[in-house]
């Protein structure tokens, strides 16, 4: 008997969790700016999805169910090391100062791998600065493409919130591209006659 319940939990991860790791890996990365913690945070959601695989009713929207162990899971993380003071490996540091090259990047950027030809790194940019509230929204709605009513299950936010942080995130948006915009050609209608 248990092992059928473990073969029926491995056909639902597989069918119906696994397929949206890219978006949760895009999110993830969005939230950490960081590879190795973007990948971190999606293996410990894998983790807590699979354990948890019994709350999960099949059918149902297992992306939004995700990207809400997801949130929850980096915001767990961030209270942790908020509280803990920051380590730095003093070899690791010994070797930064006696490397003749210290402008030499690090390993690619997840960004240019995931949105090569999708949006400007200006986009992106403008994007990342938002505050972590208006961000997550808008990467929700313009980028995920999760209605009102699932945004507001994730992020458990009342759906007026989550319309006032869609507003106010693209209105932010929009002053931070503006400059951008016009470069590319468009006008501004304020200015427009």
């Not at 390993?107 to 400007?120: A, E, W």
Request: net charge positive; aromatic share 10%.
């Amino acid at each position: 008997m248990s092992k059928q319940i473990e073969l029926r939990k491995n056909e639902i991860f597989e069918k119906e969790l696994l397929p949206h790791i890219n978006a949760l890996t895009t999110f993830a990365y969005h939230l950490t700016y960081n590879d190795e913690d973007a990948r971190d945070l999606v293996q410990e959601t894998f983790l807590k999805a699979y354990k948890s695989i019994s709350g999960y009713t099949q059918g149902t929207n297992s992306k939004a169910w995700l990207f809400k162990i997801l949130k929850n899971a980096y915001i767990n993380d961030y209270r942790k090391k908020v509280k803990r003071p920051t380590e730095v490996d003093f070899e690791d540091f010994l070797k930064y100062l006696e490397s003749s090259d210290q402008s030499a990047s690090g390993p690619s950027d997840l960004r240019t791998d995931m949105y090569q030809n999708l949006i400007g790194d200006e986009v992106t940019v403008a994007i990342n600065s938002l505050p972590m509230d208006f961000k997550t929204v808008i990467l929700l709605c313009d980028v995920e493409g999760f209605t009102y009513e699932e945004i507001s299950k994730i992020t458990d936010i009342p759906i007026g919130t989550v319309r006032s942080r869609l507003h106010r995130g693209r209105k932010m948006l929009k002053e931070k591209l503006r400059k951008y915009a016009a470069t590319l050609g468009y006008k501004d209608k304020k200015t427009k006659k």
